[in-house]
């Protein structure tokens, strides 16, 4: 399994940006699917965003298009989101996730590799 590190949450305004980092124990980019998902209390696990390995696509849940961009840093073995024009209902615990099965997973159960989450909130 992949070890993987969250940082980069806190607290914005209704409107603001943030910048999520997951950080991976290995190289892990030529044989993982990389993805960010959110979780609230009471409710599921939902993806957010994802980056495959090898050429590295990038997808999104709807919710999030055009709003939050999902990168990868080779030099510093990451996988980022941008959060821009952030909304009170994108407050949640986003976690980033590796999967070496899925090419384009978006269901929790396809990735058996997690971080241990970083705190979202976004106050209106």
């Known amino acids: 399994q992949v070890q993987l590190v969250e940082s980069g949450g806190g607290l914005v305004q209704d409107g603001g940006s943030l910048r999520l980092s997951c950080r991976a124990s290995t190289r892990t980019f030529d044989s993982y699917t990389i993805a960010w998902f959110r979780q609230t209390p009471g409710k599921e696990r939902e993806f957010v965003a994802g980056f495959t390995w090898r050429p590295g696509n990038t997808y999104y849940d709807d919710s999030v298009k055009g709003r939050f961009a999902i990168s990868r840093d080779n030099a510093k073995n990451t996988v980022d989101l941008q959060m821009n024009n952030l909304k009170p209902e994108d407050t949640a615990t986003y976690y980033c996730?590796?999967?070496?099965?899925?090419?384009?997973?978006?269901?929790?159960?396809?990735?058996?590799?997690w971080g241990q989450g970083t705190q979202v909130t976004v106050s209106s």
């Open positions: 996730a590796a999967s070496g099965t899925y090419y384009y997973g978006r269901r929790p159960d396809q990735f058996d590799s």
